[in-house]
């Protein structure tokens, strides 16, 4: 766990400084249902932090994850850019639950638009009280930058 937190920490780093100037925001929902920001630290560099609004009630949540661009794909007419990603989580429901996860996904830009649709599936694992769980799980989602 605390290697790839370091991991995940020392790849926003390398972001931030080799691009500051360059941020951008961007804002989106995904389901299952959750909200979101995405800082852009570069054309193919971003972090995104969560919080999945099913657990309002239950828990509170928050996710955190840097996100690597891999270029743009022409399929089918369509041009798609893959992404992989790595983060932490933070769940406090009665006691504190840490994780990680890794995810890849797919984006689309509507042309002539800052609005992306996109799905990515991803890999979990959250431990709370020494006893952990691994979870399969997948999203489809939209986002608007500014």
């Known amino acids: 766990m ?4 370091l991991t995940v920490a020392a790849l926003a780093l390398l972001g931030l400084t080799c691009s500051i100037g360059q941020a951008q925001l ?7 249902l959750a909200a979101f920001a995405q800082l852009w630290l570069s054309p ?5 932090v969560g919080l999945p609004l099913g657990t309002i009630g239950v ?22 850019e893959p992404y992989a990603g790595a983060g932490l989580s933070v769940i406090m429901a009665g006691a504190l639950a840490t994780g990680f ?3 890849g996904g797919l984006e689309y830009t509507v042309p002539d638009t800052a609005f992306s649709l996109f799905g990515e599936i991803g890999l979990s694992y959250v431990e709370v009280l020494g ?16």
């Open 101 to 103: 996860h890794a995810l």
């Open 131 to 146: 006893f952990g769980a691994m979870g399969l799980g997948g999203a489809v989602g939209a986002r608007l930058d500014f």
């Open 26 to 32: 961007g804002v989106g929902a995904k389901i299952p």
């Open 2 to 5: 605390r290697t790839i937190a």
């Open 44 to 48: 193919s560099f971003a972090v995104e």
């Open 59 to 80: 828990a509170l949540a928050v996710n955190t994850t840097a996100k690597i661009y891999l270029g743009a794909l022409n399929l089918g007419g369509l041009s798609l």
